[in-house]
């Protein structure tokens, strides 16, 4: 967001002397960037240059011997994911080791998982899966599933990454993946760097598994940014209500943008069903019901513009249609 967290989290770091640190960006050249700016503290990028799950498995032993070492690791949030789901092991040499774990933005720890509901239907009527009072699911076969159609669901039941919603009598209806927490548990700390925390399912996912945090801050009153636990008073951001515009049509003397009232409501209008779009006029006149118009005319009070202009812009001069 432009705001000084990654600079400040790098400050942090490179003030922190023999501190060990596993850095987890959203993205490959985010966690670069750190390697380069610690260029002292030596950080080790996992090889590979994908995202995909093969890339993930391909690369968790290259963490695990990081891990090992005790090195500095700069590497990705899918990645890191993925140790913490499937090798609970590295995350008990994490906690031997000390490392402090830092999450650039706030990972994705909780979603929904992509199981049909007949197949959940059918699960919890043969009584193979069910949920307990924390709602975490159970395969309830001693037996190991060696078929395919639930193999990752089997999978990931089997590791405790699996919550469940349910309703009012029990019934599971819904399915979640929930990615294990012992990482948070057992390393030294565990940053995450946001501003949208309270908002953020993960902050939710964490209140409900009872872990609890603190907030730090940054402090800019130096000659660098640093985070610091020490509250910070606020400073609102100046000078940004005058950058945003919106663009009222297709005037040559305006500077265009990717997004412009325009936009917003011809999308909003092909998305509805209440008339043909064909994306070229002209109109007719039955193609807008009445439904249609009271639609139209929310739209363009929120837009706050000339109900004939708007229709003008809007629909290639196409007159609006008129009340019967």
Not at 253 to 280: D, M, P
Request: proline fraction near 4%.
């Amino acid at each position: 967001m432009g705001s000084g967290k990654t600079t400040a989290a790098i400050n942090f770091i490179c003030s922190q002397g023999g501190e060990k640190f596993i850095y987890a960006a959203p993205y490959l050249d985010e966690a670069h960037r750190i390697t380069l700016a610690c260029s002292g503290r030596d950080f080790y990028e996992p090889p590979g240059d994908g995202g995909s799950e093969e890339e993930h498995i391909a690369k968790w032993p290259y963490f695990d011997f990081a891990v090992k070492g005790g090195k500095n690791i700069a590497t990705t949030h899918a990645l890191v994911k993925n140790v913490m789901i499937w090798h609970r092991d590295v995350i008990e040499t994490v906690a031997k080791q000390s490392y402090s774990v830092i999450f650039d933005e706030s990972p994705d720890l909780f979603s929904e998982f992509e199981q049909h509901a007949q197949d959940i239907a059918v699960l919890t009527k043969a009584n193979l899966v069910s949920a307990d009072e924390h709602r975490r699911v159970h395969w309830n076969s001693r037996e190991k599933y060696l078929g395919d159609a639930y193999e990752s669901l089997y999978s990931a039941i089997t590791n405790g990454c699996v919550r469940a919603f349910v309703d009012k009598n029990g019934k599971i209806e819904s399915l979640f993946s929930a990615v294990p927490l012992d990482l948070f548990r057992q390393a030294k700390d565990v940053f995450i760097l946001t501003y949208l925390w309270e908002a953020s399912i993960t902050c939710a996912y964490l209140k409900s598994e009872g872990i609890n945090y603190d907030y730090w801050y940054i402090d800019s009153s130096g000659d660098v940014k640093m985070l610091t636990p020490e509250e910070q008073p606020f400073v609102p951001f100046t000078g940004i209500r005058e950058l945003i515009r919106f663009d009222c049509g297709r005037n040559d003397s305006a500077k265009r943008h990717s997004i412009s009232k325009l936009f917003v409501v011809r999308e909003c209008f092909k998305k509805t069903a209440f008339g043909a779009w064909q994306n070229r006029p002209p109109f007719r006149k039955a193609q807008f019901s009445k439904r249609t118009r009271i639609y139209l005319h929310h739209i363009q009070r929120f837009c706050r513009c000339d109900f004939e202009q708007f229709y003008e812009k809007a629909f290639c001069g196409v007159q609006p249609p008129r009340e019967q």
